[in-house]
Nanobody, 129 residues
Framework: VQLQASGGGLVQAGGSLRLSCAASGGTFSRYGMGWFRQAPGKEREFVAAISLSGGNTYYSDSDSVKGRFTISRDNAKNTVYLQMNSLKPEDTAVYYC?????????????????????WGKGTQVTVSS
């Protein structure tokens, strides 16, 4: 499956962005999906994951995203979203979407980037103070 993330940009602190990740080349509803981010000089970190149907979600334990980010998916549109509110300068990073084939795993396992099967190229999010 091919993944294309979009929706990044420059936003002021306190603002919002909605990232989209469009999938092609596979049956989207058969993939667990996740969002990760990588800031300059840092390792890629988990942000959020969503189950095949969208009925279950899982977020980073980090206080930095809890309550501010929401992951969702539209299987009819082959797209997963990340709604980001109350953005902070520390949210500045390249955001990547990723897919895990099948559903025979715990959703929490998608928090590991080594588990994911496919990756998009990423979209830059820059939050100014």
């Amino acid at each position: 499956v091919q993944l294309q993330a979009s929706g990044g940009g420059l936003v002021q602190a306190g603002g919002s962005l909605r990232l989209s990740c469009a999938a092609s080349g596979g049956t989207f509803s058969r993939y667990g999906m996740g969002w990760f981010r990588q800031a300059p000089g840092k390792e890629r970190e988990f942000v959020a994951a969503i189950s095949l149907s969208g009925g279950n979600t899982y977020y980073s334990d980090s206080d930095s995203v809890k309550g501010r980010f929401t992951i969702s998916r539209d299987n009819a549109k082959n797209t997963v979203y990340l709604q980001m509110n109350s953005l902070k300068p520390e949210d500045t990073a390249v955001y990547y979407c990723a897919a895990k084939n099948g559903g025979s795993y715990y959703l929490t396992s998608l928090s590991s980037r080594y588990v994911m099967d496919y990756w998009g190229k990423g979209t830059q999010v820059t939050v100014s103070s």
